[in-house]
């Protein structure tokens, strides 16, 4: 187990957010500073007394982890103590795509040498499902709910990925935990840039998504092989890597087992979403050419 | 060094010369003076060890200052207004994880109606975040407390951001002869940051734990004891500096007469006129004073209930409102008071930079000292207005 997040946080059994973080700073070998947003993984890592954290740590808001961090590199920058250490950020899906998009922006922007990590369970989990800029079109969150005549969240799930990308940062890739090995060399990779880096990390909510633990890994492998996440990288604004796809499986794999997406499979506007879901797997896979 | 200078020059060259390793902000009028001049004496060279940060917002720009903080980084930003209370949910997490960020605050109104001039309703609007918040009076003194600030708010008893106020446009754009500070002069008063705690792999630490009920109310009262020392640090601060200086900051509050019947209870530039007023009162036979208020957090209540120990009646000359209740100043008075029985007037004057002239600072004087007016609050230099309701 890791000294650097150790065990006897609050998570749930099969919560993606701490394969994330472990796999994270693993990679890095503790040599971090975190600045982490208010939401699920802060609440079950750093309740005063009990912190889990075996790396210097800070939590100051919601939505101004990405400038805190900024603050952090450039005090280690000014006080010469860039050696000692990496500044990462942990976030969740609304502090990065909803109420925090305008400090991260600004991060991005001015290219601090920060590793950005937004762990992406695709609702405000921690406050109880609410949606978010990144909760997928269909799903059902307590601010969108399904009901006689609203078939779940209408939008789409926004394309962080691309708004990093076109902030001319050198470094942006999308991960899952399904594949730990990937986040691990994809952080690697990631420190290697001066500047600032941005990584999504898929993270399945075992509450928010109506599933159990032991299926939390299957299903975000699923969201991969269904071409719903799709894994990728960026170096210097070019597309270096996709996690290609064998027999790519229809989004109803994924979707079915999911308590957010079961009204989808009964509602009257269910088989619309159904297809727009799968209209949107099939772009996924033409945009990044992953079907082998 | 005798020069004259505009009140903005006077902040950046002292800020220069405390020597911070971090300085964001984000402009407004009318903040966007220091920051610029700090910005250029960044691009020539002249702050060592520092990072001059252009934030995407005031929001950010706070941000940054608070991972900056507990990084170990001595850091300062400066705003107004609209920005100020865009920082305020920045500004009231900085002060409870105890971080000693430095700011100026160029007093200007509050919007709506938008407004850029001059009044104390931002810094105000602050009052409960646990920052210190001293107002000064002129330039010189604006100048000269950038140190103090720093050390006050560094010093191991106190811990907690400092907010030095000084009048939008009234001073920060003003001209005055300054005696410019020395760098070995600075050197000598304020030592380098060295926090009790810091973020560091050497040593890691968790910054920002959430409190649960078993815990919470406890932080928040050595915050409090923590204000209260601050009394005590800032006169300390305060009287070596004029020692060194030879420019008498006595202390929290400052009265220019101690036989006074009527007082006029003020802050910021405003001060210097009510002073000169009374004086000439005073040559007329008059028995008015002048009780500045220098620190108005933590608010010096002592001092405040000794210097109008023996006064009759207390004008309280507000920049500022609590929309549904008294003005904030005269709550403060009010309270340092209590238990006496003086005839108390809030005056409210000059909100949005409306000129409050010398003629009406006198009426204002006058009418109380000769009973004219009845106790209570009361908006002066205010046109006859009357609200439409549809
Ligand atoms: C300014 C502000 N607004 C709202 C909240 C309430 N709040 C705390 S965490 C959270 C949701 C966090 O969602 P996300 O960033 O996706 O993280 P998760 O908990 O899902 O990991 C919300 C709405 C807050 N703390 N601050
Ligand atoms: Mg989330």
Known sequence: MSEYFAPG????????????????????????????????????????????????YIHSLFENAGAVAAGIEAALKALGRKDEGHVVVFAGDGATADIGIGTLSGMFDRNHDVLYICLDNEAYQNTGNQQSGLTPPGANTTTTPAGKIMPGKLGRKKDMVSIAVAHGIPYVASASVAFPMDIRRKVKRAVEFEGAKYIQIHCPCVTGWGIQGKDAVPLARLAVETALYPIVEFENGELVKVRKIKDRKPVEEYLKPQRRFRHLFRHPEGKKILEMIQKIADENAKRYNLDI | MRKVVRGFYAIAHAVKLCKPNVICAYPITPQTEIVENLAAMHAEGELENCEYITAESEFGAASILVGASAAGARTFTATSSQGLILMSEVLYNAAGMRLPIVMVVANRALSAPLSIWNDHQDSMAMRDAGIIQVYVENNQEAHDLVPVAFRVA????????????????????????????????????????????????????????YAPPPYYMEFRAIMHDAME?????????????????????????????????????????????????????????????????????????????????????????????????????????KSALYGTSKEIHTVVVGLGGRDVPRDLMVKIISEVYEGKVKPGFRFEGIHEYEEVIP
């Open chain 2, 154 to 209: 560094e010093d191991k008893r106190v811990m907690l951001p400092f907010m030095l106020c000084m009048d939008g446009f009234k001073l920060t754009h003003a001209y005055e002869p300054i005696e410019l500070l020395e760098q070995e002069i600075i050197d000598a008063f304020l030592p380098p940051y060295d926090p009790p705690v810091k973020m560091t792999t050497k040593k890691p630490l968790t910054f920002g734990a």
């Open chain 1, 9 to 56: 946080h609050g998570a749930c059994p099969g919560c993606g957010l701490t394969i994330a973080v472990r796999n994270t700073l693993e990679a890095l070998e503790g040599k971090v500073f975190v600045s982490n947003s208010t939401g699920c993984l802060e609440i079950i890592s750093s309740m005063y007394n009990r912190s889990a954290w075996g790396v210097p």
């Open chain 2, 229 to 333: 020392r601050a009394r005590k640090v800032i006169e300390e601060a305060m009287k070596e500096w004029s020692s060194i200086t030879g420019r008498d900051y006595g202390g929290h509050t400052f009265t220019d007469y101690d036989e006074a019947e009527v007082a006029v209870v003020a802050m910021g530039s405003i001060v210097s006129m009510a002073r000169d007023v009374a004086e000439e009162m005073r040559k007329e036979g008059k028995k008015v004073g002048v009780l500045k208020i220098r620190t108005f957090r933590p608010f010096p209540a002592d001092e405040v209930r000794k210097a109008l120990e023996n006064v009759d009646k207390v004008i309280v000359l507000e920049r500022a409102l609590s929309l549904g209740s008294d003005g904030p100043l005269t709550l403060e008075v």
